[in-house]
């Protein structure tokens, strides 16, 4: 039997040059012999089987890699939980109390000063009332 140009020949006939190699066993094959799916070139059935076969490995590789990246979400999530729990127990071993109390002596003092600016302010509009008051009345009154 003649080689062909002295090129590659299909595994399967020998009087036929190759168009591609198997992807799976890299032999080569004959457009005839060709067995073609998403874009894999094999000699059989078999061969594709295991080419596709090796892709969803592949893929599964890729998908494994993925559930590890939301894996790591989880445990950036869980660090996040552990960081609350112990800002919590900070809170209940008696430091969040004292914050606590440092701020209702912070609202007091402010309701203090709130109330004691109220009445300095009453006082002030009474006295202003007062002199008013006396204004009118000397106007009012031209006896006075
Ligand atoms: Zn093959
Ligand atoms: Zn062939």
Redesign the pocket.
């Given at each position: 039997m003649a080689n062909l140009n002295n090129g590659p020949v299909c595994i399967n006939h020998h009087d036929r040059p190759a168009v591609a190699h198997?992807a799976?066993?890299r032999?080569p094959i004959c457009e005839e012999c060709l067995v073609e799916q998403d874009g894999f070139k094999?000699?059989?059935k078999k061969?594709l089987q295991q080419a596709l076969a090796s892709t969803a490995v592949t893929n599964d590789v890729i998908k494994r890699r993925n559930r590890a990246g939301s894996l790591g979400a989880v445990a950036s999530f869980i660090k996040w939980i552990v960081i609350i729990a112990v800002l919590a127990g900070i809170w209940f071993s008696g430091l969040g109390p004292k914050w606590l109390r440092w701020l209702m002596r912070k609202k007091d003092q402010t309701v203090q000063t709130v109330q004691q600016k109220a009445q300095e302010g009453v006082q002030k509009d009474s006295d202003r009332r007062k002199r008013q008051g006396d204004f009118y009345d000397s106007v009012a009154d031209p006896k006075r």
């Open positions: 198997c799976s066993c032999r094999c000699c059989s061969c």
